[in-house]
């Protein structure tokens, strides 16, 4: 039961009821598409007359289509309707320390072309990039498409402040305190969408996925990659907190006398479970001298130093201090969990990055220490996944953050 917040509201208007059932209709249509009109109406419970004319504006409007037909057992054949996809792009941008990437996507996800390039130093120089590389996607793949292109989401490593779109701080950058959305969006003349990874990531399993998270009311989503993040999402919403520091458990230490962090203290979850921390556990092992210099230099790819898609290739091919690496891995990111699991009791967590690829090194270790860490009872009933969308989970999540608010319901009261 959620209250009206009696200082920020909307008023509902004589549209209102129409616009949510529209939303309910097109909601409908994406998650059970290809639909016919009777099956949505019986989905709905209404007579088919109230449906038409929701389906005529939205067919209108280009956000769905009618679409062949499908044969029945008596040889009637109704039409059938899907969202419409083809044709309308979105531009996403995956912000990294070290290397970015930035695809062009149709709206549900697909990829359509993909670059990377090296992360410029500064905000300022990142605005230009960008610029150049949405200018070349959209003039080689989509010739047509700048009018059928419906923005650029980009996500970032760091905290997020939605409405005023300001990068309130990303650690591994040394970027603090920047409004990045209006000066891409002034400079791409795109609508643009900011958001912290691992939140993108959480919304893209909310709305590309629905009928996979359908079954589960809260879940959370680990973004392992430089750093550690977590999205949250509780009855079909993203949980921010007061100043979008919610799920910011990477930077809770775990252990006072752990390795040094970017953020200055020691031990913090990030510092235990991210890539970085997963290569120097495995090059002190193989080389038996421990990492020296600069943290935030020295947990980035560097010549003579695997990245972290070696270390996994090396674990998985039974390399015993590879594998000791990544089992060690597995037991931090587990333990980090044990506090999601006791503050927030999610029905799943989806583990995101390059790591997952040796999901099974990772998934007894994470479950023991989950197990280890929590009460007993809450963690049996928490399933543990790795995303499956290994190369691009970022990336959907960028996508999530322009297609998602189509889809989204109306905020009224
Ligand atoms: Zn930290």
Same mark, same amino acid.
């Given at each position: 039961m959620r209250k009206i917040n009696t200082r920020n509201f909307r008023l509902a208007t004589r549209s209102t009821p129409r616009d949510v059932n529209r939303r309910i209709v097109?909601?409908?249509? *994406?998650?059970?598409?290809?639909?016919s009109r009777a099956e949505l109406a019986r989905r709905m419970s209404v007579r088919r007359g109230t449906l038409t004319p929701l389906v005529r504006e939205? !067919? &209108? /409007?280009?956000?769905?289509f009618e679409k062949g037909?499908? #044969?029945? =057992?008596?040889?009637? *054949?109704?039409? @059938?309707?899907?969202?419409?996809? *083809?044709g309308r792009f979105v531009v996403a941008a995956d912000i990294r320390w070290g290397q970015s990437a930035i695809a062009l996507s149709d709206v549900a996800g697909r @990829?359509?072309? +993909?670059?990377?390039? &090296?992360?410029? #130093?500064?905000?300022?120089?990142?605005?230009?990039?960008? #610029? &150049? %590389?949405?200018?070349?996607?959209?003039?080689? %793949?989509a010739p047509h498409g700048a009018e059928a292109c419906q923005g650029l989401g980009l996500v970032l490593p760091g905290m997020v402040d939605r409405k005023t779109g300001r990068l309130i701080y990303a650690p591994r950058l040394g970027w603090r305190n920047v409004d990045i959305r209006s000066a891409v969006a002034a400079r791409v003349g795109m609508k643009?969408?900011?958001? /912290?990874?691992?939140?993108?990531?959480?919304? =893209? +399993?909310?709305?590309?996925e629905p009928d996979v998270t359908r079954s589960v009311n809260s879940f959370a989503y680990v973004s392992v990659s430089e750093g550690v993040g977590v999205g949250l999402a509780v009855n079909g919403e993203i949980l921010r907190g007061e100043h979008h520091t919610a799920g910011e458990f990477g930077h809770v230490s775990l252990d006072s006398s752990g390795p040094e962090c970017v953020c200055g203290r020691r031990g913090c979850w990030e510092a235990l479970a991210c890539n970085g921390a997963t290569v120097e556990r495995y090059v002190a092992a193989v080389t038996g001298n421990a990492p020296r210099g600069d943290i935030r230099t020295r947990r980035t790819r560097r010549p003579g130093f695997p990245g972290i898609e070696e270390v996994v290739r090396r674990a998985r091919g039974g390399e015993t201090a590879a594998v000791r690496a990544l089992v060690e891995t597995g037991e931090n990111i587990g333990r980090g969990l044990a506090l999601i699991v006791s503050a927030f009791n999610p029905g799943r967590i989806y583990i995101g990055g390059e790591i997952t690829e040796a999901w099974e090194l990772l998934e007894r270790p994470i479950k023991d220490a989950? @197990? =280890?860490?929590? @009460?007993?009872?809450?963690?049996?009933?928490?399933? !543990? !996944?790795?995303?499956?969308s290994l190369a691009q989970y970022r990336l959907l999540g960028a996508v999530a953050l322009v297609t998602a608010p189509t889809y989204m319901a109306l905020a009224v009261g």
């Open positions: 097109l909601n409908l249509i *994406r998650e059970y598409q290809p639909i939205l !067919v &209108d /409007s280009g956000a769905i037909t499908a #044969a029945t =057992a008596r040889g009637r *054949r109704p039409t @059938m309707l899907c969202v419409r996809t *083809r @990829m359509i072309a +993909r670059d990377t390039f &090296d992360t410029p #130093a500064t905000p300022e120089a990142l605005v230009e990039t960008l #610029a &150049d %590389h949405v200018t070349r996607l959209l003039r080689t %793949h643009t969408y900011i958001e /912290s990874a691992p939140i993108a990531c959480a919304l =893209a +399993r909310l709305w590309l989950i @197990m =280890a860490g929590t @009460m007993p009872g809450g963690a049996t009933t928490t399933q !543990v !996944v790795p995303d499956t």
